[in-house]
């Protein structure tokens, strides 16, 4: 089992950076892609960015390619999103998810395939 945490949400203006972390404990994650999904009220959870594994690759939503930044950290068993010139849009829940599958060099963006997730922080932006 993995228990995923994420912190760092919060209300911030539109124009604005946050960051987001996600602390991954319980049984090695090191093999395991991580990603970050957000869901807005009404609306699907829906991928914005993944990391494989070994580093080897880092995927983006177009909603956000430019504006946030994946990157993890397997010495602290994290995996952080950079979120910089946000907008009201952006506005959602934000979870963090790990895929057990081995895909050292692919990135799955359905829900559906992530098997581990973590319990959603809250990102608001005001305009």
């Known amino acids: 089992q993995v228990q995923l945490v994420e912190s760092g949400g919060g209300l911030v203006q539109a124009g604005g950076s946050l960051r987001l972390s996600c602390a991954a404990s319980?049984?090695?994650?090191?093999?395991?892609?991580m990603g970050w999904f957000r869901q807005a009220p009404g609306k699907e959870r829906e991928f914005v960015a993944g990391?494989?594994?070994?580093?080897?690759?880092?995927y983006y939503a177009d909603s956000v390619k430019g504006r946030f930044t994946i990157s993890g950290d397997n010495a602290r068993n994290t995996v952080y999103l950079q979120m910089d010139n946000l907008k009201s849009e952006d506005t959602a829940v934000y979870y963090c998810?790990?895929?057990?599958?081995?895909?050292?060099?692919?990135?799955?963006?359905?829900?559906?395939?992530?098997?581990?997730w973590g319990q959603g922080t809250q990102v608001t932006v005001s305009t």
């Open positions: 998810a790990a895929d057990a599958d081995f895909r050292p060099f692919s990135i799955v963006t359905t829900p559906s395939f992530w098997d581990y």
């Open positions: 319980g049984r090695t994650f090191t093999s395991y892609n």
């Open positions: 990391i494989t594994w070994n580093g080897s690759g880092v």
